[in-house]
């Protein structure tokens, strides 16, 4: 933009030099030579900018969504795993209060045979 605005005040300068008094078809002329300047720029500038970023974007969107998808998959194996260590955890207690109950049943038939070995004693 600056390098623009620098060579559009070396025109306008030079044209300046070359016009000592500014005429309305000089002052003409010069828009037309700084219109035309200007697309001149622009037009390549624009084309080569598109040609080149286009790709860059899609390079760019193709990487996102590759890294999105794997921050997908890894979220689904991390839930997964959860997953799995809530079902063992359930397991787990589901197992201790089957213990504890036959643990609590083995204690009353020990209990119950002390007591019927005591009546046969008597």
Not at 9 to 19: G, L, M, T
Not at 28 to 54: C, D, E, G, M
Not at 88 to 116: H, P
Request: net charge positive.
């Amino acid at each position: 933009m600056h390098k623009e605005t620098l060579k559009e005040d070396q025109i306008i300068s030079s044209a300046a030099r070359v016009h000592n008094k500014p005429t309305k078809n000089s002052i003409s002329s010069l828009l037309n030579i700084l219109t035309a300047f200007r697309s001149s720029l622009r037009a390549p500038t624009i084309q080569t900018h598109v040609r080149r970023t286009v790709p860059e974007i899609s390079i760019e969107s193709q990487k996102r969504a590759k890294e999105e998808h794997t921050r997908k998959q890894e979220k689904h194996e991390m839930e997964k795993e959860l997953h799995k260590w809530d079902i063992l955890l359930a397991e787990t207690k589901v197992d201790g209060q089957q213990l504890r109950g036959l643990n609590r049943d083995i204690k009353e038939s020990e209990r119950s045979r002390a007591y019927m070995n005591s009546l046969k004693s008597a």
